[in-house]
């Protein structure tokens, strides 16, 4: 059935979890008050004399309309293992750095950027900033024009992309894009115990991964980040595809993380379990926003407010 609840998600939790319990107590109270019938209707049906009335109650034990307590889902619990923390407190440094897929037109301009080994940072700006082009320079997947750009060595970096299809071979299984990766440092047991972790179960783990759900495939990646126990976690838009208990368990798992962490996300409530550090990606660079996400919702409003009246009083509309 579809249920309405009133609210916010946090009233909903409330009242969801009143009204497991309530159900759960009714049901308790009403199994009682049945199994107290029955015995009378066992004693009833032992004499010829009393056989009807016996029937008679059994049939209106049958009828009673069974209070059925809510199913709930199975707890969600990931996790992002690590065998050891980076040896070193800077990890990726960026000094002056300036960036463009076309000569002499930057994206970046006058970058500096800096990756601690316990960093938790938040990367919010708009569309089309450059927020993922960011990920791709601190992972030297593309490189500056100029400036000055240095990565320590033997850093592991888990990189989750906004676009699936950037990471995943649709055609193959759950399980061969993890051997394709792990094979030669894990077995296949360990390999199927870590899909399992993260809500990929046996079966699933053998459909190819194009008949699997946004998030389901969310997690395969999710899965795979994890099994390679980074120093860094790069996180792209990870909750696009997750439904709000996943959203939970995976912000919980990176609270207990210990790894630094970047994550781009226009999730309130994801950003808000993860960062220490919020920053803005506009006019060519980045910027620390010293406020909590809200105010930075709070000013974006503001901006946009103030430039429509602006354009409209230009255009004599007020």
């Known amino acids: 059935k579809l249920e309405t609840y009133k609210g916010n998600y946090s009233s909903f939790h409330e009242q969801f979890e009143r009204r497991c319990a309530l159900l759960e107590s009714q049901a308790a109270a009403q199994q009682r008050e049945i199994e107290h019938k029955m015995e009378f209707v066992r004693k009833l049906g032992v004499k010829a004399a009393t056989a009807a009335q016996a029937q008679s109650r059994l049939k209106a034990i049958n009828k009673i309309e069974k209070v059925t307590p809510i199913h709930r889902d199975a707890p969600i619990r990931f996790d992002f293992s690590m065998t050891t923390l980076a040896a070193q407190e800077q990890l990726i440094d960026m000094e002056d750095c300036f960036f463009g897929y076309v000569p ?109 759900s946004g998030g389901q495939k969310t997690r395969v990646v999710l899965a795979a980040c994890a099994m390679m126990m980074p120093h860094i976690l790069m996180l792209d838009e990870v909750t696009n595809n997750l439904d709000m208990d996943s959203i939970e368990a995976l912000g919980s798992a990176l609270r207990r993380y210990k790894g630094a962490i970047i994550a781009v996300t226009h999730d309130q409530a994801f950003a808000t379990m993860i960062a220490n550090q919020i920053f803005i990606c506009e006019d060519k660079k980045m910027v620390e926003f010293t406020g909590s996400f809200q105010d930075y919702r709070d000013m974006v409003k503001t901006k946009i407010r103030d430039r429509f009246f602006s354009t409209a009083g230009n255009r004599g509309i007020i």
């Open 104 to 212: 002499g037109k930057y994206i970046f301009e006058h970058l500096c950027f800096h990756v601690k080994r316990d960093s938790r940072m938040v990367i919010i700006g708009a569309n089309g900033a450059g927020k993922s082009t960011l990920l791709n320079l601190l992972m030297g997947v593309l490189k500056p024009e100029k400036g000055f750009y240095q990565m320590v060595s033997n850093l592991r970096i888990a990189h989750f992309s906004q676009h699936h299809v950037d990471q995943l071979d649709y055609k193959s299984t759950p399980l061969q894009y993890m051997l394709k990766q792990f094979k030669t440092t894990h077995p296949i047991h360990e390999i199927r115990a870590q899909l399992g972790k993260f809500g990929i179960s046996g079966e699933q783990s053998l459909q190819p991964i194009q008949t699997l």
